[in-house]
């Protein structure tokens, strides 16, 4: 198994950026996925998830009406559309297979997303 993540960089506020997982060595359309950040000198924040067939999608409050979650199982990549970045949006964001709720069994080793003027 493995996930690629990429897609990152430094964005001024009010940015966009769209990040990007590629997914190899088993079977994407028949995993949920879901998006994880992490700031520095703070803990994991899940940021969201999506279902195998694209629906249904869940964000965290911090990011909802921003980022979109999505999915190609034809190119088994996962996707995130960042739009309206803040500072408070800087971290290094992973992609993770969803084995239960919150429990993944596989991460990529992420890419950082920096917001700053």
């Known amino acids: 198994v493995q996930l690629v993540e990429s897609g990152g960089g430094m964005v001024q506020p009010g940015g966009s950026l769209r990040l990007s997982c590629a997914a190899s060595?088993?079977?994407?359309?028949?995993?949920?996925m879901s998006w994880v950040r992490q700031a520095p000198g703070k803990g994991p924040e899940w940021v969201s998830f999506?279902?195998?067939?694209?629906?249904?999608?869940y964000y965290a409050d911090s990011v909802k009406g921003r980022f979109t979650i999505s999915r190609d199982n034809a190119k088994n990549t996962l996707y995130l559309q960042m739009n309206s970045l803040k500072s408070e949006d800087t971290a290094l964001y992973y992609c993770?297979?969803?084995?239960?709720?919150?429990?993944?069994?596989?991460w990529g080793r992420g890419t950082q997303v920096t917001v700053s003027s």
């Open positions: 999506i279902e195998t067939v694209s629906s249904p999608t």
């Open positions: 060595g088993f079977i994407f359309s028949s995993y949920a």
């Open positions: 993770a297979r969803e084995v239960d709720n919150y429990d993944y069994d596989y």
